[in-house]
């Protein structure tokens, strides 16, 4: 799947992509699949320090903007990192800020504790 115009449309930052999508046509709602790049260096929200990604995961539902005429819903699969000196969380996910939103990590709500 091609998924250039996708990343480009939802404001994706390397090594973020979409790896697939769900549309369903009653709810008139589409789900993007979102995951890091295979071998991605990834940082911990709290230091910024990188750390390579792992198979422990967590997965994040947000709404996000209308997508034509769909409401827009980000699955987001965050590789959970093991800092050294935070113990372990999910990723940083960033979106490139538009009109409609800001340059913004997962809700601090979404960290783990």
């Known amino acids: 799947m091609d ?3 996708f990343n480009h449309a939802l404001g994706l930052v390397e090594p973020w ?3 697939g ?3 369903n046509e009653d709810k008139e709602r589409i789900t993007f699949f979102v995951e890091p790049e295979e071998n991605s ?4 929200p709290h230091c910024k320090e990188s750390y390579a990604t792992c198979n422990d995961y967590k997965i994040f539902d947000f709404d996000y903007l209308s997508f034509f005429k769909y ?3 980000l699955e987001v699969k965050a590789p ?3 800092c050294i000196e935070h113990g372990k969380n999910p990723a940083c996910f960033y979106i ?3 009109k409609y939103s800001e340059l913004y990590p997962f809700p601090e709500s979404y ?3």
């Open 3 to 5: 998924t250039k115009f």
């Open 17 to 19: 992509t979409v790896s």
């Open 21 to 23: 999508y769900e549309i």
């Open 41 to 44: 260096l990834l940082m911990c």
């Open 71 to 73: 409401q827009c819903w």
């Open 80 to 82: 959970l990192l093991t």
């Open 96 to 98: 490139k800020p538009n």
């Open 111 to 113: 960290q783990l504790k």
